[in-house]
């Protein structure tokens, strides 16, 4: 029985493979359409999917433009610091659980969870099945590399933040790209609109979509009922998310460091049951890979839906490197060198892009079932894993999905605090001021299972490139400093120290800075 198990995937896989470049006539296509495993797609999914491929081209130049910029800093990052994002890999996951050098700080471990409870979200499931069901199989590998050459703008970004970080009254410390592109590079009419950039996308765009990528995942239930079932979820939503956030940045940040670790290793777990269980496919799955991903003929008769823009898509957006996100919580960490933090935050490109979003593809691929446009989105995932495991399979999507969605919401108000206190002042805004911001966002999270999302799409992209548009240009300009930290700490690690960072021995003034001295 075992081996008939075996043969019968192998076989699916195979067509699997034999399908991904054929058109919608082929007749064994045909044929699978009408099968058993197939499960029509969520309506408003593709018409979101449908907008996102006839979007106007202004917004495509921004798109494109973020792109180039995401991509090219990553890689003079990586090249002028010595791919420090694989080099120092190790460093970085020994130090993950290193206490904060002050008991009332944030600890690097629940900064480097908030920043990757922002991240960490319905993209791992719905982004990477949109990947390659529109571009392919080999959109893993590409997303791959991407990912690993954007770990170095986390790296650059992050460590610019403890750089840079203020001191509240309490000791503890906050900052991000508005502090560092006005205190080091003096404008503050750039770094304002950075700030501005940031709440529109956290506070209004992207919890908009996630909040409707939630409710959207139970359209393939018996019990959905489009003019209720959106609501009650989203109502749900929004009190949980007000639990938690009316507790200020102390309970997101505790939440956080529970949830986030909780869901990916369970995320991790079933992944590695659906392979264990599928052992003798894997070599299979990774030759499709990488054949679909050098299939350069392919590639270039459709670039703009290829494996390799949708792979790099993937590797760029899912983590967010180089946006501008993870430094305001990394600048909250308490550390004895900044590059400490730096090594920390990169984690998040591993934990997002490198674990989870490999694992949801790897978890489809080997269970055979065909990924196709119409099934872009959460249910080529659901069938893929109701084929392995049953009707947990969909149920446990369904319950990521919500754990994902909820860490990111919670993560993205966090991020919105932050760029609060910097246009009041650079100081947290009254309690009753912060009430009401609260209210608002809540009011969002509901609002967002209830209105289709086409406008939130369009917003959110154009906000977050221009947030990447500002801050990687930033972090080019003040590389050198990043450079200069790195080698300070490799310098005392050679010595066999324990890195202090003090301004003055990379030649920055001690007076210019709230830490460091």
């Excluded at 969520?42 to 081209?57: F, G, I």
């Excluded at 690993?148 to 970004?157: D, K, N």
């Excluded at 529970?258 to 590695?272: E, S």
């Excluded at 959110?460 to 080019?476: E, F, S, Y």
């Amino acid at each position: 029985m075992h081996d008939e198990l075996e043969r019968e995937r192998e076989e699916r896989l195979l067509k699997f493979a034999a399908l991904a470049g054929q058109e919608r006539e082929d007749q064994e296509y045909e044929a699978f359409l009408r099968s058993d495993e197939y499960v029509p797609p969520d309506e408003a999914w593709m018409k979101k999917v449908t907008s996102e491929l006839r979007r106007p081209p202004k917004r495509r130049l921004v798109h494109w433009r973020k792109l180039v910029v995401m991509a090219a800093a990553g890689l003079y990052f990586s090249l002028r610091m010595g791919f420090v994002q694989i080099h120092r890999l190790p460093e970085g996951m020994r130090l993950v659980m290193a206490k904060p050098t002050d008991e009332k700080g944030t600890s690097p471990f629940q900064a480097l969870m908030v920043s990757s409870a922002a991240c960490v979200g319905t993209g791992n499931i719905i982004g990477i099945s949109t990947a390659i069901c529109l571009g392919g199989p080999g959109a893993v590998f590409w997303m791959t590399v991407m990912a690993l050459i954007g770990a170095a703008s986390s790296f650059v970004e992050c460590t610019l933040a403890q750089i840079y970080k203020r001191k509240n009254s309490d000791g503890t410390s906050y900052g991000g790209p508005a502090y560092y592109i006005e205190d080091a590079l003096h404008n503050k009419t750039l770094a304002t609109a950075f700030v501005v950039f940031l709440l529109l996308t956290y506070s209004f765009g992207f919890n908009l979509v996630c909040s409707y990528n939630v409710q959207s995942t139970f359209s393939v239930y018996s019990f959905y009922d489009p003019s209720v079932t959106p609501a009650i979820i989203g109502a749900i939503l929004a009190i949980l998310c007000g639990a938690c956030v009316m507790g200020g940045a102390k309970r997101i940040e505790k939440a956080a460091s529970i949830l986030v670790p909780f869901m990916g290793v369970a995320y991790v777990i079933v992944t590695a049951i659906v392979l264990v269980m599928n052992l003798g496919m894997i070599p299979y799955v990774i030759s499709m890979i990488l054949e679909d991903a050098f299939n350069f003929k392919a590639i270039l008769s459709g670039v703009a839906g290829s494996c390799l823009v949708m792979g790099i898509k993937r590797g760029l957006y899912s983590n967010e490197s180089g946006v501008g996100s993870a430094p305001n919580a990394a600048a909250s960490a308490i550390v004895s060198h900044p590059v400490k933090q730096g090594l920390v935050q990169m984690l998040t490109v591993y934990i997002d892009t490198i674990i989870l979003c490999n694992a949801t593809a790897f978890m489809c691929f080997v269970s055979g079932v065909v990924p196709t446009k119409e099934a872009a989105g959460a249910v080529w995932v659901q069938n893929s894993l109701f084929s392995e495991l049953g009707h947990f399979g969909p149920l446990f999507i369904t319950v990521a999905m919500l754990i994902f969605s909820f860490t990111t919401l919670i993560g993205n108000i966090y991020y919105c605090e932050n760029g609060l206190a910097y246009l009041n002042g650079k100081k947290m805004p009254s309690p009753s001021f912060m009430r009401g911001f609260h209210i608002y966002a809540i009011l969002i999270v509901f609002i967002g299972a209830i209105i289709p999302m086409t406008a939130a799409w369009s917003l959110a992209d154009i906000t977050m490139g221009g947030m990447t548009l500002i801050n990687l240009p930033a972090c080019v300009a003040l590389s050198g400093v990043v450079i200069k930290a790195y080698k300070d700490y490799e310098k005392q690690k050679a010595q066999g120290l324990d890195p202090v960072f003090k301004a003055e021995s990379i030649g920055m003034d001690p007076e210019e800075l709230d830490f460091w001295k």
